[in-house]
């Protein structure tokens, strides 16, 4: 079993959260008991002041773990078709969330596919991300330097545009030929 990252990895800025996101592992447990793991590559910021986030008018019945404790995973079920997941930061009352964009894999570009492909659906909703016997956890990989971290706006919204919170390890979009503008 690979270590979790502790619950105070979570429990700062988003933004420096969503950088420092980057490089580490996410790791799913399948129903068989195997263990998938995945370098992050992508990741987006969204904060409570962000009129792009779900948290931005309040707590709501989706958008609530956003308000929680830190580390807890906040997935939600988009275009009918779609799950997202998002790690919770911030402390205790103040909603912030990274989206994980994309993870190190065959086919796990994009939040959507990221989910398809490692079963990840509504059940996974508000599990600790800092439980290692969870089913779904984020466990320490390698910092990324961060004249490697590409900063870029985010995908698929339209407020808040000007802010660049779409954060890529610059290798990986390379390799993927990742569109970043």
């Known amino acids: ?70 580390g807890h995973a906040y997935v939600y079920f988009i275009y009918g078709m779609y799950h997202c997941l998002n790690a919770v930061t911030e402390l205790d009352g103040v909603a912030g969330a990274v989206l994980i964009r994309g993870v190190q894999g065959e086919n796990l570009d994009g939040p959507g596919k990221l989910c398809r492909g490692l079963q990840i659906d509504l059940s996974h909703n508000g599990l600790a991300l800092f439980d290692s016997a969870s089913p779904l956890y984020i466990a320490p990989g390698k910092t990324v330097a961060e004249s490697d971290i590409l900063a870029t706006a985010r995908i698929g919204i339209s407020k808040a545009q000007d802010r660049l919170w779409r954060y890529i390890v610059k290798s990986d979009a390379n390799r993927r030929q990742i569109r970043t503008k």
Request: proline share 10%; glycine share 6%; aromatic share 8%.
């Open 1 to 70: 079993m690979t270590d979790s990252l502790p619950p105070s990895f979570f429990a700062r800025p988003t933004v420096e959260v969503a950088r420092a996101l980057l490089g580490q592992n996410l790791v799913r447990r399948l129903s068989d008991g195997r263990l998938s793991q995945h370098r992050i590559v992508e990741v987006e910021a969204y904060t409570q002041d962000d009129p792009a986030s779900h948290a931005f008018r309040g707590p709501s019945k989706r958008s609530a773990i956003m308000f929680g404790p830190p």
